[in-house]
């Protein structure tokens, strides 16, 4: 009996013990709450553990089993919510911090295999090739499929200077990709600026840390500074962005709007909680284009969305992701934590962003090297810029003649500094 009474015990501690410190700042449990726990279920599951200690061919440790269930328990959840021991969670505040070892790739989880969702700049990943939508199918020889997500992490995780095959299968491609690529110390600087030429600048955000929000503000002064002090646009590239810390995406959206509503969310237990700007428009309202792919995700999502609703912006490329839940990390009192989902975001203009993503004001192609104008509420506008205003082809500019859409987002820049010149004129 008294091992019995240990196993619900400690049953108990499985279902109730994940109040804590919210990640994202997103109340989603109250201290207290009264919980209905399911004593028949529970029952049920320390008889499974007891049947397992008892009769599995071999031993295995306490610790490994209700790890697991915990684990499995927030796995059928969904994708994004997943129990983390306490090397895995110091693992994810490195990451957070912007410093870890490993090979620089967001990943996620298809039809049980590791699936990337962006490489991150200046990483191994990014410069051996790795792509947004490759499926990871091996690492070292042996197959992904259904292997945990997080066991497939620590795998590609490690020392610097130590090397892993990765075998990718890309749309497109009959054969699969084998790549060998030698882990590195990932440090991951999420801002950087340039001009692109005399009054256009270029932010490019890689994912967002705790200090990213700064980082652009500082990077948006020194963009001015360098054009003699103010900016006749600015494009800001979050291509391949997987997302990360939420307030940091609403502080990027409060440099560039005067006022109200950046985004809002709202959790099954919680109110909704509001994100609002503050005054101020840290470029005067010269015109914005924001640049989006497939692997932009999640707080990238809350930039593109808040501006597009806002129409501060012109969003440019093809349908972001379709990330629009929100993850608080919940410490637990041995080092462990849990990553719960706890809210769902909405744009100003309430929509939600889940599965369906953000389509772009204009749809441009870096593959087939196409544009054409989308269905956004800025389509007549960008229609009497893309037909009168083509740019300057001799002017000078720092823009890669490899990348298509950003040679795009160029041209659209000089016209909406032509139309709001013109029209200030007359």
């Given at each position: 009996?008294?091992?019995?009474?240990t196993?619900?015990?400690?049953?108990?501690?499985?279902v109730?013990?994940?109040?804590?410190?919210?990640?994202?700042?997103?109340?989603?449990?109250?201290?207290?709450a009264?919980?209905?726990l399911?004593?028949?279920?529970?029952?049920?599951?320390?008889?499974?553990?007891?049947?397992?200690?008892?009769?599995?061919?071999?031993?295995?440790?306490?610790?490994?089993?209700?790890?697991?269930?915990?684990?499995?328990?927030?796995?059928?959840?969904?994708?994004h919510?997943?129990?983390?021991d306490?090397?895995?969670?110091?693992?994810?505040?490195?990451?957070?911090?912007?410093e870890?070892?490993?090979?620089?790739?967001e990943?996620?989880?298809?039809?049980?295999?590791?699936?990337?969702?962006?490489?991150?700049?200046?990483?191994?990943?990014?410069?051996?090739?790795?792509?947004?939508?490759?499926?990871?199918?091996?690492?070292?020889?042996?197959?992904?499929?259904?292997?945990?997500?997080?066991?497939?992490?620590?795998?590609?995780?490690?020392?610097?200077?130590?090397s892993?095959?990765?075998?990718?299968?890309?749309?497109?491609?009959e054969?699969?990709?084998?790549?060998?690529?030698?882990?590195?110390?990932?440090?991951?600087?999420?801002?950087?600026?340039?001009?692109?030429?005399?009054?256009?600048?270029?932010?490019?955000?890689?994912?967002?840390?705790?200090r990213?929000?700064?980082?652009?503000?500082?990077?948006?002064?020194?963009?001015?500074?360098?054009?003699?002090?103010?900016?006749?646009?600015l494009?800001?590239?979050?291509?391949?962005?997987?997302?990360g810390?939420?307030?940091?995406?609403?502080?990027?959206?409060?440099?560039?709007?005067?006022?109200g509503?950046?985004?809002?969310?709202?959790?099954?237990?919680?109110?909704?909680?509001?994100f609002?700007?503050?005054?101020?428009d840290?470029?005067n309202?010269?015109?914005?284009?924001?640049?989006?792919?497939?692997g932009?995700?999640?707080?990238?999502?809350?930039?593109?969305?808040?501006?597009?609703?806002?129409?501060r912006?012109?969003?440019?490329?093809?349908?972001?992701?379709?990330k629009?839940?929100v993850?608080?990390?919940?410490?637990?009192?041995d080092?462990?934590?849990?990553?719960?989902?706890?809210?769902?975001?909405?744009?100003?203009?309430?929509?939600?962003?889940?599965?369906?993503?953000?389509?772009?004001?204009m749809?441009?192609?870096?593959?087939?090297?196409?544009?054409?104008?989308?269905d956004?509420d800025?389509?007549?506008?960008?229609?009497?810029?893309?037909?009168?205003?083509?740019?300057?082809d001799?002017?000078?500019?720092?823009?890669?003649?490899?990348?298509y859409?950003?040679?795009?987002?160029?041209n659209?820049?000089?016209?909406?500094?032509?139309?709001?010149?013109?029209?200030?004129?007359?």
């Open positions: 009996m008294r091992f019995r009474r196993v619900s015990a400690l049953a108990l501690g499985v109730i013990g994940v109040s804590g410190t919210l990640g994202q700042g997103v109340m989603a449990n109250r201290p207290n009264e919980v209905e399911p004593l028949d279920q529970l029952r049920a599951f320390t008889e499974v553990y007891s049947r397992i200690k008892q009769n599995y061919v071999d031993d295995v440790e306490a610790e490994r089993l209700l790890q697991a269930a915990m684990r499995g328990m927030l796995a059928d959840l969904d994708p919510s997943n129990y983390m306490s090397h895995e969670y110091r693992n994810m505040q490195a990451g957070t911090r912007g870890f070892g490993g090979l620089g790739i990943v996620g989880v298809e039809s049980g295999f590791v699936k990337v969702i962006a490489p991150i700049d200046d990483t191994p990943a990014h410069a051996a090739g790795i792509k947004a939508g490759d499926i990871i199918t091996e690492l070292d020889g042996e197959s992904t499929r259904d292997v945990p997500l997080r066991n497939a992490v620590e795998i590609m995780r490690g020392e610097p200077g130590t892993i095959t990765l075998t990718v299968r890309r749309d497109g491609l054969s699969p990709l084998t790549f060998e690529l030698m882990r590195d110390t990932i440090q991951v600087r999420s801002v950087r600026a340039r001009m692109l030429e005399p009054g256009l600048g270029y932010v490019r955000i890689s994912q967002f840390q705790r990213t929000g700064e980082q652009f503000q500082d990077a948006l002064s020194q963009l001015k500074r360098e054009a003699g002090g103010n900016l006749s646009g494009v800001l590239d979050l291509r391949n962005n997987p997302g810390v939420m307030r940091s995406s609403v502080e990027v959206v409060d440099a560039l709007v005067q006022s509503r950046i985004v809002y969310t709202q959790g099954r237990r919680s109110d909704e909680v509001v609002n700007a503050k005054p101020g840290m470029l309202g010269a015109p914005v284009v924001v640049l989006v792919n497939g932009s995700a999640s707080a990238s999502e809350i930039v593109a969305g808040a501006l597009q609703d806002h129409q912006a012109v969003i440019m490329g093809t349908t972001t992701f379709g629009g839940s993850q608080s990390i919940l410490p637990l009192g080092g462990s934590a849990v990553k719960l989902t706890t809210a769902r975001y909405y744009t100003p203009s309430g929509r939600s962003i889940q599965d369906t993503g953000v389509e772009p004001d749809i441009v192609d870096e593959n087939e090297r196409t544009a054409r104008i989308g956004g800025q389509v007549a506008r960008l229609q009497q810029v893309s037909s009168q205003y083509r740019g300057d001799n002017a000078q500019t720092s823009v890669d003649d490899d990348d859409v950003l040679s795009e987002a160029v659209l820049l000089r016209g909406l500094h032509m139309l709001s010149a013109e029209n200030s004129d007359t």
